[in-house]
């Protein structure tokens, strides 16, 4: 049976080394290059269809963009429209990384903690940022929630600012295990399968067991996909409005 972590092994395609630093071409980067590549068509496709009736690829480019306006309204309000583009972006980021993983010999860059940490990074940095551009100093009083009584701030304060760091941890854990844990599973069954039918018939019979429950694998698979490519981007809004509003 094939080494089940061997999907997970970056492999250069094209070496590249400047400076010592390693900026080959990998598996990894064709795959996010596929993910820009297949989205910016998709919806460029999409963006271009204006018929009164609309076809398949305006309905599903329609329903991506009501999707994510709708988590953005009901989480940011009217005035989180303008983080449409930031949090779409996230969004279709994370769901072509998770989608895409699926397909036969693919590569999962969400599988990665070095691709989820840096992603979460980038979000808390701009949400910091912006706390900072609108709040000035005000910002620091996130860890200090309003009402809180005097002797027990000593207490509060270390425990918010521990609490606001561990966000992009969690939020880069999160995608990453639940990705690699999917797709082990999914790996390891399949070799189970195949290990069968070498037994003979009565493996061959006994082989379709394990055949229908990767299908059924397969198919829980794509939805958890979609999950948490939800789950990033509306944590996402919810940091940007804990932030931006200072709510206590």
Known sequence: MADPLHQFVI???IPLEVGGVDLSFTNSSFWMAVAVVSSLGFFLAAANKKGLVPDRVQ?????????????????LGPKGQEFFSFVFTVF?????????GLLPFSFTYTSHVAVTGALSLLIFSIVIALGLM????????????????????????PIEIISFISRPVTLALRLFINMM???LMLKVIAGFSIMMVGAG????????????????MIGFEAFIALIQAYVFALLTCIYLKDTLELHH
């Open 11 to 13: 492999e250069p395609w």
């Open 59 to 75: 309905i599903f480019g329609e329903m991506f963009y009501n999707f994510v306006a709708g988590m953005i309204r009901t989480n």
């Open 92 to 100: 279709v980021i994370v769901l072509m990384g998770n989608v895409l």
């Open 134 to 157: 609108r709040h000035k100093l005000a910002f620091f009083s996130l860890f200090c929630p309003a009402g809180t009584p005097w002797w027990i701030t000593p207490l509060i304060i």
């Open 181 to 183: 844990v999917g797709h």
């Open 201 to 216: 018939i009565g493996g061959v019979i006994g082989s379709i067991f394990p055949m229908a429950f990767n299908v059924l």
